[in-house]
């Protein structure tokens, strides 16, 4: 019986159902180095990317927006929020900032971030406005198993997390894909308006582990009679 038991523990720690999680928000409710959600995908090469994401916060410091890490590139893709009214872009673990970009506290914000193996540029889009484009990698694609987390930012393939650096707040919406968007494909995502659900991370069919008190519940924009 315990074998039974622990075989079972496995596998619900280690596979996961594609959940649609349409209406709903993900609530990171404190700061802490454990908590995170772990967003699975069984794509292992991107020769671009786009990765989205709606979130709500009220804190100042530094924090991860998007962590995406492989074996020998812990920053293969990621967005990172700076103290200063910055986003910093990273890729193959280089790093481009884009300053004078303030995300409102206390207010749902939409944040994607581009980035092309064959010109090497990145880009942020905030809220469905374009940032300038910057150069950060060229010519080496995405080529291992990632895995990809929210809440944190990875210092090492899947862990080696930091207190303040941890996201505290909500985030919903979450996409990535495999290609750089169009402008009118971004802008879409921001408004919300018939937009192509990601090809890589989908929020709609999603697969994803929660750990410690990363809460799922409804989103604040339901409302029922």
């Not at 075989?7 to 619900?12: D, E, I, Q």
């Not at 709606?54 to 995406?68: E, G, K, V």
């Not at 749902?108 to 910057?134: A, K, Y």
Request: hydrophobic content about 40%; overall charge negative.
């Amino acid at each position: 019986m315990e074998k039974v038991i622990l075989l079972m523990a496995v596998f619900t720690t280690c596979c996961s159902i594609p959940q649609d999680l349409s209406g709903k928000m993900l609530t990171f409710p404190k700061e802490t180095d454990t908590d995170h959600v772990k967003l699975m995908t069984p794509k292992t090469r991107f020769q671009a990317v786009t990765a989205c994401v709606r979130s709500f916060t009220d804190i100042t410091r530094d924090y991860a927006i998007f962590s995406l890490a492989t074996r020998t590139r812990i920053n293969a893709f990621g967005i990172f929020k700076l103290e200063a009214t910055s986003i910093r872009m990273l890729v193959q673990d280089a790093v481009a900032d884009f300053p004078e970009l303030s995300i409102p506290l206390n207010k749902w914000v939409s944040i994607c971030g581009t980035w092309s193996s064959e010109t090497g540029l990145t880009q942020v889009w905030l809220d469905g406005q374009p940032s300038s484009r910057r150069f950060i990698h060229q010519g080496e694609p995405l080529n291992e198993v990632p895995i990809t987390i929210l809440g944190q930012e990875q210092d090492s393939y899947g862990g080696g997390f930091d207190l303040k650096q941890s996201f505290v707040g909500m985030m919903q919406d979450v996409h990535m894909w495999d290609s750089v968007l169009s402008p009118c494909e971004l802008r879409r995502y921001a408004s919300n308006r018939n937009f192509t659900p990601g090809n890589v991370l989908n929020w709609r069919a999603m697969e994803f582990q929660k750990i410690g008190k990363v809460q799922e519940e409804d989103n604040q924009d339901q409302c029922t009679a």
